[in-house]
């Protein structure tokens, strides 16, 4: 779970790494087995942060954030597919 202590942050207005998106980020939405703690399902929800605030991140923002999510994590058999309402379904 790469990355889930960095949800808001301050980088916002530093120059030089555009390319990394880090005004882009996700909320983590795990659903687990009751009885084993085992996890069914991981729902990413995309956000754009702007001015220290969190926004819905556009259809064109989060099919970037798929298609990177999908390139880095496909070498251990992780897809991440794009849902109509711009949320990440991730399945293994």
Known sequence: MYGCGDFLNDYEGIAG???FRDDLVVMYLPR??????????????PFQIRKFRLNRA????AAWLRRTLSRESSRFGVEVQLSEDH??????
């Open 87 to 92: 949320s990440l379904s991730v399945t293994w």
């Open 17 to 19: 790494y555009e390319e």
């Open 32 to 45: 687990l087995a009751t009885s084993s703690g085992q996890l069914v399902n991981l729902s990413l929800m």
């Open 58 to 61: 556009s259809e064109e923002d």
